[in-house]
């Protein structure tokens, strides 16, 4: 019988498996970051152990450091913890070593899950580990990729290896071409309104079909990056010539010299790409679920409440819980739209915002840079008056140079947006951007939980386009109407 992407990564990486089906899988790339890693080095440290394999560590401060005052260095990171765990981590990797390290302001530091791929760390058919649940964006390669607890990092950076179950395979297929406007950021809201939060729960999901195979690999990072919002730890997509073409010259990819940069090529590049090339689910592999959507149905995505799953199109009002019978979904709704501050039937397309954050693993590559400024650029307008703050942060130094060379900054700057160093800013607050409380964002993160963006902040989920658009004109817009 044929099998699927996920079995075939499970099955190269399986070390050994107990008879109630627990495993231990070996791991090829573990990615670290300074707020789950502090409490592992010490665990080392305590037992007197080292990392098992150095080399397969990449590792970048992200969460915690300041998106201004970089002119300042160290001394710019005003809060205490948040610059003790970033030091922490750099005398952590001192100690214990790296494959790869970008410390807090150098040029390739941003959050772990965009510099991976951009640094060629993720590669298809690895099993990638990094605690933190967003993870499952580098399924794009064709790698088996998902988050881990801190415990977990202890023990992978112990033994190279991890304790898992397997979990059971579940096609999503996108068939069909989207129209203009709708993005990778659309379809898996949409997936997500679909499936709902736990609707991936258990499970390991390929994302397939005519409209995923059309997403640049970026795209793709975006739907999988939020595969964890769907409920399954690991999300995919299958290897293609577009994964190949832009693992190709990646700083730490088979092939690429180390001094130069460069693509050299060579016959472990040959031999990997002959590889990678193998990593696709056999037309014959058995899934235990099987979800379809059509792209061309898929409109322009807002959530409205305090869960991805929360979400609607742009043509949609704010649901009224009166209309739910069951009375668990009825309170729920009842308490989101009372956290949110919305009244049942008000159209999505009314809800006038305070902030925009424009940035996050989820939207925060060179494409998702282009799409807000082409956005900006089209409408010719200036940030709207009632806009108290529109961030726009470039997920690592590499994108915001990428940008600056193609004069993106400037056209974000002459239309009022604040353009800021690379790090997870506003989508979690863990440093000094943040909502205070009421304010309401268009976000392109992927989480609105309740106080998520700072205490009482009210997040609406939306892509990069959507976001520009209601930037300029000071609430959502149906973006269809502007490209
Ligand atoms: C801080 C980290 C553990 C967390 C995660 O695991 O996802 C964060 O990245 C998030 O997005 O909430
Ligand atoms: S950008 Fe947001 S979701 Fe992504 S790793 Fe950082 S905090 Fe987590």
């Known amino acids: 019988m044929g099998r699927t992407l996920y079995d075939k990564i499970w ?21 670290v970051h300074e707020v ?16 098992w394999r150095i080399s397969s560590i990449v590792a970048t401060a992200d969460h915690n450091t300041p998106t201004t005052g970089w002119e300042l260095g160290y001394d710019g990171i005003t809060d205490l913890v948040s610059k003790e765990q970033i030091t922490t981590l750099d005398a952590n990797i001192k100690e214990f070593g790296a494959a790869a390290f970008f410390p807090f302001m150098s040029k390739r530091q941003g959050i772990v899950h965009v510099i991976g791929p951009e640094n060629g760390a993720t590669l298809p058919g690895m099993t990638v580990v990094c605690g933190d ?22 023990h992978v950076m112990a033994t190279q290896t991890l304790l898992a179950k397997k979990a059971k395979n579940m096609l999503i297929k996108v068939e069909g071409a989207v129209t203009k406007g709708v993005t990778a950021k659309d379809i898996v809201l949409a997936i997500i309104g679909k499936i709902g939060t736990a609707g991936g729960t258990g499970y390991t999901i390929e994302f397939a079909g005519s409209a995923i195979r059309a997403l640049s690999m970026e795209g793709r990072m975006t739907v999988c990056n939020m595969a964890i919002e769907g409920g399954a730890r690991a999300g ?33 590049w040959d031999m990997a790409a002959r590889y990678w090339a193998t990593l696709h689910s056999d037309a014959d592999a058995k899934f235990d679920a099987v979800v379809e959507l059509d792209a061309s149905q898929i409109l322009p995505q807002v959530s409205w409440g305090t869960s991805p799953e929360m979400v609607l199109s742009i043509e949609d009002r704010v649901p009224d ?93 002459a239309a009022g947006f604040e353009w800021r160093e690379p790090g997870c800013s506003m989508c979690l607050a863990m440093n000094a951007d943040r909502l205070e409380p009421g304010e309401r964002c268009a976000s392109t993160s992927n989480r609105n939980f309740e106080g998520r963006q700072g205490a009482g902040g009210r997040t609406h989920l939306v892509s ?20």
């Open 321 to 413: 819980p009166e209309k739910e019978k069951d009375a668990n979904k009825r309170g729920a709704i009842e308490r989101a739209l009372t956290y949110m501050g919305l009244e049942p039937g008000k159209a999505l397309n009314d809800l006038y915002i305070d902030k925009v954050f424009i940035g996050s693993c989820t939207n925060s590559r060179i494409e998702d840079m282009r799409e807000a400024a082409a956005v900006v650029k089209h409408i010719g307008q200036k940030v709207a008056k009632n806009v108290k703050l529109a961030l726009v942060v470039p997920g690592s130094g590499l994108v915001k140079e990428q940008a600056e060379r193609e004069g993106l900054d400037k056209i974000f700057i």
């Open 464 to 483: 990069p386009a959507m976001a520009a658009a209601a930037a300029v004109h000071g609430h959502f817009v149906d973006i269809r109407k502007f490209v």
């Open 36 to 51: 789950t890693s502090p409490q592992a080095f010490e665990g080392l440290r305590e037992a007197g152990r080292k990392v």
């Open 11 to 31: 099955d190269e990486h399986v070390v050994h498996t107990e008879e109630d089906g627990t495993s231990i899988l070996y791991i090829d790339r573990h990615l």
């Open 133 to 154: 649940s967003h993870t499952s964006t580098h399924g794009a390669f064709g790698a088996l990729a998902h988050g881990i607890g801190t415990s977990e990092v202890e």
């Open 236 to 268: 995919l997509v299958a290897v293609d010539a577009k994964t190949i073409e832009y693992v190709k010259g990646r700083l730490l990819a088979p092939g690429t010299d180390p001094v130069t940069g460069k693509f050299v090529g060579g016959p472990e």
